[in-house]
Nanobody, 122 residues
């Protein structure tokens, strides 16, 4: 079964940077699309950034100019580089993965999720 393992969360001061990593395993897709989402208590989950198997990306408006999503050389790894962090970026960040057959940019219906990694900006 598909497993996603996230790492890289933590606490940082406003204006700082963090890099989240996600490694996917156990999938059989030829092409894997991945994404980062976030959810805070009492709020709906929101898409942050997604990337397809070729490295084509889509970013939410809140991420543009500050965050970058990329794939690793093995393509089963996705990174979210977050710069110029703001207190409102504080949230639990989740990695997601899915076959690229259903790629639809930020609207991709990801079916597999990691456990999440906390990002706190003060």
């Amino acid at each position: 079964h598909v497993q996603l393992v996230e790492s890289g969360g933590g606490s940082v001061q406003a204006g700082g940077s963090l890099r989240l990593s996600c490694v996917a395993s156990g999938y059989t897709w030829t092409r894997i699309c991945m994404g980062w989402f976030r959810q805070s208590p009492g709020k709906a989950r929101e898409a942050v950034a997604v990337v397809d198997d070729d490295g084509i990306t889509a970013l939410a408006d809140t991420a543009k100019g500050r965050f970058t999503i990329s794939k690793g050389t093995t393509k089963n790894t996705a990174y979210l580089q977050m710069n110029l962090l703001k207190p409102e970026d504080t949230s639990m960040y989740y990695c997601a993965a899915e076959s690229c057959l259903i790629w639809n940019d930020l609207e991709t219906d990801f079916g597999y999720w990691g456990q999440g990694t906390q990002v706190t900006v003060s």
